[in-house]
Structures are given as C-alpha cells and as structure tokens.
C-alpha cells in the first residue's frame, strides 16, 4: 500500500522550490538592508507560548494547533506563527540588551485549517520583528521594509495595504463596552462561535466569517470612535509618516487581525487575485507581548507574509539552468567524463552529470535539465585535447581546445 502525505502538506521540488529559493534571496536582501539580523527559533514550544500570547478565543488557539504530549508529558506545539517564540527567547535568554532587536526568520508553520489554494496545513512564513524598536518610527520601517520587498517581487502593483488602529488597552476597554451594549439584542442570533466569545473575547467577533454575525457587525460601532488621545495621536502620525513616505494605504475601520497580542497599528498587505486568501503579508504593534513571556515592558512590531501565496503570486521562472553535461559517447569513457566534470566544477561551473543511457537519451536529459553546453567526449578528443561543444541555447556547435575550455565557456555563459 502506497503512503500518501497528510493532507494540507505539500512537497516543493523543482520549480516550485527554486521560486522559494528566489523569494527567501530578495526576503533577505531586503531585511538585510534594512539593518534586520537572522534568527531561527524552535519549531514546537511549550503550548503555553502560543495560548499566553495569540489568546484562548483565537481560531488559531481554539481550533488549529498541532498540540500534543511528548514522552515526559509535557504539552507541546508546533509553531502556528513565529512571533511568540522570538518573543519567548527575547524574554528567555535576556535578549533585551540587544535592543532594539531587529530579526529576521523564515521556515514551516503549522495549522489544522481547511486546505485550500494558498492555505496548508504545514505553510511557510518569512517575517520579521523589531522589538524595542521606538514607536511610530519602527512601526514605519516595518510597513516600509514589507512595502520594498513586496516591490522587489513585483506584486506591490496587485496589492493594497489596509491598516487600521486598535489602540491600547484603555480604549479597546471602552470599546468592549459599547460593542456589548450595542450587540445586546442581537446575541440570539449570532453564531454559536461567536455568542461563545462574547463571553470571552468580543473583539474576536470580527474574526467570524459567519454571514449572519457579518450582518450584524455592519451596523456596530467603529473602534476608531472610541480611541483615546494617546491612541489617536500614534495612529495619526502614522498616517503621516506614510504619506511622507509615499505609501499609499487604506484605512480599514473592521481590521483587528484574528491574534490577541496586538495594540495601535494593524495592517495587512492584501491581493484580489487569491480570493479568499488575499493577505499576502500582515503584522502590527503588539506591546505586552514580551511581559506575557515573562519579559520586561518591551513594545515590538512585526509582520509575516506566507511564502506559498508569495510563489503563487510571483511570475518568477524558477528554472535552474546547468552550465554543462558531459557526455560520453562510450561507456567505457564515462570516468574521463566524471573526472573532466569535476575539474570544470572547481572553475565554478555548475555541472550535471547522468551516467545511463545511450547517447541520444543523454543529450534528451541535458535538454530537460536545462543544460546550457553538452560536450561529447570521445577517443579522438581525449587523444587530440580538442573538444566538440553544443550551445544548446543557439544550436551552435564549436571546437575548443582543453586549455581554453573554461575561459570560452565563461565568456558565453
Ligand atoms: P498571520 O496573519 O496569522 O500573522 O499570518 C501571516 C501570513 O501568513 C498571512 O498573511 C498569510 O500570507 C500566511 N498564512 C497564514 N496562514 C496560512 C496558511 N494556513 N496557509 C498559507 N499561508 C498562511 C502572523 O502569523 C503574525 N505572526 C504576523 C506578525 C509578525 N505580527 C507581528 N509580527
């Protein structure tokens, strides 16, 4: 019986894993430049690093973790997002003398979501966090260094940013109460989802895809109304940091993002070409984040972007081209073949070799590799040190001798 992969999984080979290749290389181009330092964290934590900090009444706590007991009994879970862990080694290993930590990550994240095009189970994320970073100003950086890189891809042109502010702590506060009042009414007829977060944490409600609740949600009362001073002078200057910066955004009053670490600023980098997966990349502010890791008062920013949507998106040709094949036209030269191909390896060629088949089936496989030269090596040419090339691009066909094999190769190449 076969073995099949479970489902939400995939496997990258190929094309599909050179476009990774391509969007992790400008990914890290561009955090680089922006003065942003790796970082790679454990990809399960103590499932209290995801619980503390996304919240309980999350979809992603409530229904989506791949969370299990290991042989000492301790309940662990593999990373849904990266955030929390940066923020648990900040406050674990004393991170803060680093400050403002600005680091970069890529890798595997895990969800239990209905699979569909741009959402898997196992999806990849390539983010980045300031943490300690100074208010308005690296909260800027941050929707700039998304705004470069989604740029550099090439699908700012497909994408809108929508950002909204949902203050501190004080005005979600005041907000509760108004948003309950108001839904008061309505609680019989909301989802059994969300008459459950009512109770526990009614901001989630905006989370509820449900058509119903969505009804409902569209008469309630605006966060934005309920923002204090403090609260509305970061969002504004935000606003115009990005006017200054000649970002151009909308202001999405419903946005407040599905996890509950977040304060002030939210934004998400949307497409219309995914459906219902429009979010390329998203992030915000979140400043309790690393006192709920039993941290230090320390603010950060970050955002994330799902790297499976990225090469969906991408017309990046991921085709990796070989400089050359050697081919031998006996098998009994095939080791003369082998050793000519790693003395054009060390000149810094890329290589492919296959050694089966005749010669006809060998010159198939270098154009189905995307070799640029095949040599065929012969007697006559190991006797004379003449080689015969093929510029399987061109079709051109020329005569070089060993010695200058290299330097003709690199001057076509
Ligand atoms: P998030 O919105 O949950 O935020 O995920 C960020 C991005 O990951 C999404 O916009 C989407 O592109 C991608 N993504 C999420 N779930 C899936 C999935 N099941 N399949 C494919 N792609 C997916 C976070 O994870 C936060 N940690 C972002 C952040 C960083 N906030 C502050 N710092």
């Known amino acids: 019986m076969k073995l099949n992969r479970p489902r939400g999984t995939h496997v990258l080979y190929d094309k599909d894993a050179l476009a990774f290749e391509a969007i992790s290389s400008t990914f890290r181009r561009v955090a680089k430049n922006f003065g942003f330092t790796p970082i790679m964290t454990p990809i399960f934590e103590f499932s209290q690093v995801f619980t503390r900090s996304l919240g309980e009444s999350s979809d ?15 309940s662990l879970t593999l990373r849904p997002e990266g955030t929390a862990g940066i923020a648990r080694a900040y406050a674990q290993d004393g991170l803060s003398q680093h400050s403002p930590f600005k680091v970069y990550y890529e890798g595997p994240m895990f969800r239990y979501e209905r699979p569909q095009k741009g959402r898997q189970r196992q999806f990849h994320q390539l983010g980045v ?3 300690g970073g100074a208010l308005v100003y690296s909260d800027l950086e941050m929707m700039d260094l998304g705004y470069h890189f989604l740029s550099e891809m090439g699908l700012m042109k497909d994408c809108e940013i929508l950002i909204n502010s949902i203050g501190d702590e004080d005005s979600r506060n005041t907000y509760k109460d108004k948003f309950i009042d108001y839904l008061s009414p309505y609680v019989s007829e909301l989802s059994e989802d969300s008459q459950r977060r009512l109770k526990t944490n009614p901001l989630r409600i905006f989370d509820s895809k449900d058509a ?30 990005l006017h200054r910066l000649n ?4 202001v999405s009053d419903g946005l407040v993002r599905g996890l509950d670490y977040y304060t002030h600023i939210v934004f998400e980098f949307v497409t219309t070409k995914l459906g219902a997966q429009g979010a390329v990349l998203a992030g915000g502010r ?7 890791m039993g941290g230090p008062q ?25 400089d050359i094949m050697i081919i031998p036209i006996h098998s009994d030269l095939e080791m003369e073949a082998f050793i000519l191909s790693e003395q054009l390896r060390k000149e810094g060629f890329s290589v492919f070799t296959h050694f089966s088949g005749n010669l006809s089936k060998r010159m198939k496989k270098a154009n189905s590799q995307s070799v640029r030269f095949t040599l065929a090596l012969g ?7 003449n080689y015969k090339v093929k510029d399987l691009a061109s079709g051109e066909q020329f005569e070089v001798s060993a ?5 003709r190769l690199k001057a076509s190449l």
């Open 60 to 74: 992603i706590v409530s229904k989506e973790m791949y969370t299990f007991n290991d042989r000492s009994h301790e």
């Open 129 to 131: 966090e300031n943490i």
């Open 212 to 241: 119903g609740d969505q009804k409902i949600l569209a008469e309630a009362p605006l966060l934005k109304d309920s923002l204090n001073a403090e609260s509305l002078r970061i969002r504004d200057q935000i606003f115009e940091g």
């Open 247 to 250: 970002i151009d955004f909308k």
């Open 286 to 292: 979140y400043d309790h984040l690393i006192e709920q």
């Open 298 to 322: 320390t603010s950060g920013v970050g955002f994330a972007a799902g790297m499976e949507r990225l090469a969906l998106l991408s017309e990046l040709d991921g085709k990796l081209s070989k």
């Open 379 to 385: 007697p006559d040419e190991i006797k004379s040190g």
């Open 403 to 407: 010695k200058d094999l290299a330097s």
